[in-house]
Nanobody
Framework: QVQLVESGGGLVQPGGSLRLSCAAS????????MYWYRQAPGKEREFVAT????????NYADSVKGRFTISRDNAKNTVYLQMNNLKAEDTAVYYC??????????WGQGTQVTVSS
């Protein structure tokens, strides 16, 4: 059974930091590119960051460049999103996605991040 379980969300003040984790199981993790997306209330889900299957290619949305860092540990079947200097506009539900062009994609259930004073 495929599972992607996000954790690490919560309430943080502007300028603060959070580290999200996404633990994968039920598929061969190191064959999949991993993504973080987010969805704010009333808005469409948007791309945040991606890391290739062995970590050689990383890309970020312009809105998070310089503040967020994506990484993965294939030995632990986990992808991370380190978020620094958080802003109110980063408030959203954050989702991880696993994607393989031959085998399809999977989504996690999301974790809430709220940036507020």
């Amino acid at each position: 059974q495929v599972q992607l379980v996000e954790s690490g969300g919560g309430l943080v003040q502007p300028g603060g930091s959070l580290r999200l984790s996404c633990a994968a199981s039920g598929f061969t993790f190191n064959n999949y590119n991993m993504y973080w997306y987010r969805q704010a209330p009333g808005k469409e889900r948007e791309f945040v960051a991606t890391i290739s299957s062995v970590g050689g290619r990383i890309n970020y949305a312009d809105s998070v460049k310089g503040r967020f860092t994506i990484s993965r540990d294939n030995a632990k079947n986990t992808v991370y999103l380190q978020m620094n200097n958080l802003k109110a506009e980063d408030t959203a539900v954050y989702y991880c996605k696993a994607e393989n062009i031959w085998r399809g994609s999977y989504w996690g259930q999301g974790t809430q991040v709220t940036v507020s004073s």
